[in-house]
């Protein structure tokens, strides 16, 4: 009982810290764009603060401080209609500091100054990731072998040794962008096959077959070799010895490392006959395949030639991989409104989000993590949807367009309807939330 406590606080502690890290580096934008054109910001909390307060220090207009409740945080701009609905101000005549006094273009650069800030933050975060935990990565061309094609991508044209050079004829320079989301949502995926240059055509259907953990390609194209085996198995009993060879399974040869994975995930729970070169000897033994599609050895590994990250590499792929967060969730969602995948599985609250931080505080995922989240709410907040800054945004276009500002009175009931859409939808993925726990 006390460990799975503690597994719930470090998974929710990390998500607190994470969002609220996130939310203050929003709430800065909109503070330092407010304060560039001289609007006056009456409030900046970190935590929200109904009917009390931890602290507060008053500094110039500005009164900061924490508030109790630990979800994000937020600034009061004066003579704005914001969450908090609070309209006696604008009952009075507006004001040169406020908000409602400044020209479209100066409120619009307001709204959009935090999603700017998100952006700039998911950049940052990957790019120090880049830098800081992950150090290097590994070229497409550095595999000399290519990739190993499961049963699906051999039936999508894919074949053993291939090298992918482009998704949706961008450039792979990478093997983390081939192993991305990118392949998730492939329409075309070119490949390097011998030296010709092959686009295959995908299907609408690949999303959901790799999310639901389906085996596709992966760098397992390789020989191998036993190193040793588990003791508890029933191969340690097979007398093999360092630098023993599977030279065939139930009759079908193996040439790669891939190709016995292949055999033992589609045989999981019977006995197979395996063939080994062990030191010179042929020796042939039934061994039985666990659950896990695992018979207890451990292998060799090829040593792939990897390339340092560069500070310049490192702020490319830094933006690359920030704004694949983004496409990623664009095409996402597309999948949801187009009937292709349903809601319930797809979308996910809070209580999902900490799942997915997991029990244990490592800091390279955390990280990770936050740089994903802080694109999201980036993508999120700019979505025309009223009482987010996207819909601020639209409402102060039509007002740069037509010239005409729009009623307080409307954008009053536009609050509402934002915040109760807000609300539904709130509601509707910790609801989600809460079923798939059980």
Do not use: C
Not at 20 to 35: C, K, N, Q, S, W
Not at 58 to 85: C, H, N, Q, R
Not at 89 to 105: N, T, Y
Not at 215 to 224: E, G, M, R, W, Y
């Amino acid at each position: 009982m006390g460990q799975h406590v503690l597994d719930i606080l470090v998974m929710a502690g990390q998500l607190v810290l994470a969002l609220t890290l996130l939310v203050v580096i929003h709430e800065l934008g909109h503070y330092l764009a407010a304060r560039l054109f001289g609007i006056r910001v009456s409030k900046f909390f970190i935590f929200f603060d109904p009917w009390f307060k931890i602290w507060s220090k008053k500094i110039g207009e500005t009164e900061f401080g924490f508030g109790w409740l630990p979800f994000g945080g937020y600034v009061k701009i004066a003579g704005m209609i914001d969450e908090s609905l609070d309209t006696k101000q604008l009952k009075e005549e507006p004001k040169e500091w406020e908000f409602r006094s400044k020209p479209a273009w100066q409120r619009l650069i307001v709204m959009i100054a935090g999603v700017v800030m998100n952006v700039i933050a998911g950049i940052v975060i990957l790019t120090m990731i880049h830098l800081v935990f992950t150090k290097d990565y590994l070229p497409v061309e550095n595999v000399k072998e290519g990739i190993y094609a499961y049963p699906y991508a051999r039936f999508l044209g894919f074949e053993n040794g291939d090298k992918v050079i482009a998704i949706n004829g961008k450039e792979t320079a990478r093997y983390e962008d081939v192993f991305s989301t990118k392949l998730f949502f492939a329409k075309t995926v070119t490949v390097d096959r011998n030296g010709k240059t092959i686009e295959l055509e995908m299907t609408d259907t690949l999303y959901s077959y790799l999310k639901n953990g389906g085996q596709f390609i992966s760098l397992d194209n390789h020989p191998f070799s036993i190193d040793s085996v588990v003791s508890d198995m029933p191969i340690s009993k097979a007398g093999l010895k360092p630098g023993a060879k599977v030279l065939s399974i139930d009759n079908s040869k193996i040439t790669s490392f891939g190709k016995m994975r292949e055999i033992l995930s589609f045989n999981k729970g019977k006995e197979l006959q395996f063939v080994f070169d062990n030191a010179g000897s042929i020796d042939t033994i039934m061994l039985p395949i666990d659950t896990l599609g695992k018979i207890g050895i451990y292998t060799s590994l090829p040593e792939f030639d990897r390339k340092a990250y560069s500070l310049f590499t490192a702020l490319r792929y830094g933006w690359v991989d920030a704004f694949e967060v983004v496409n990623s969730n664009i095409k996402g969602y597309g999948l949801i409104f187009s009937g292709k995948e349903k809601a319930k599985d797809n979308l996910q609250g809070p209580i999902g989000i900490a799942k997915v931080f997991g029990k244990v505080w490592d800091w390279y995922k955390f990280w990770k993590l936050t740089g994903i989240i802080s694109m999201i709410l980036a993508f999120v907040n700019i979505l025309p949807i009223p009482a987010l800054d996207g819909g601020h945004s639209l409402f102060l276009i039509i007002e740069v367009i037509t010239r005409r500002k729009l009623s307080d009175k409307f954008m009053e009931v536009v609050q509402i309807i934002g915040m109760i859409l807000l609300l539904g939808l709130m509601l509707l993925v910790i609801g989600n939330d809460i079923i798939n726990l059980f």
